[in-house]
């Protein structure tokens, strides 16, 4: 069984930063895509971001220039680096293995929360 533990989140003014990081355990990381996807109250859960296992990003039109995702996968990890965050950014933010058309694939972890208000 693989567990995700995301962290990072918290409470920021607009315009300010949040770095989320969701560590994976298990051996099978660097096998995967892996995506970053919210929630936001009385939403469906969408994709954020997404890293293939060579590196490649795609981002949904809302984030792209304001947040950058990463891997480590000696790590084991993936990180999303929030910028010039807006209150529509306020959500509980998950990670997640993924198939190569980002469909999540495993179970997953306890989120982390961001909200942006002033």
């Known amino acids: 069984q693989v567990h995700l533990v995301e962290s990072g989140g918290g409470s920021v003014q607009p315009g300010g930063s949040l770095r989320l990081s969701c560590a994976a355990s298990?051996?099978?990381?660097?096998?995967?895509?892996m995506g970053w996807y919210r929630q936001a109250p009385g939403k469906q859960r969408v994709l954020v971001a997404g890293?293939?296992?060579?590196?490649?990003?795609n981002y949904v039109d809302s984030v792209k220039g304001r947040f950058t995702i990463s891997r480590d996968n000696a790590k084991n990890t993936v990180y999303l680096q929030m910028n010039s965050l807006k209150p529509e950014d306020t959500a509980v933010y998950y990670c997640?293995?993924?198939?190569?058309?980002?469909?999540?694939?495993?179970?997953w972890g306890q989120g982390t929360q961001v909200s942006v208000s002033s």
């Open positions: 997640n293995f993924a198939s190569n058309t980002y469909i999540p694939l495993g179970s």
């Open positions: 298990g051996s099978i990381f660097s096998r995967y895509p």
């Open positions: 890293i293939t296992t060579g590196g490649a990003t």
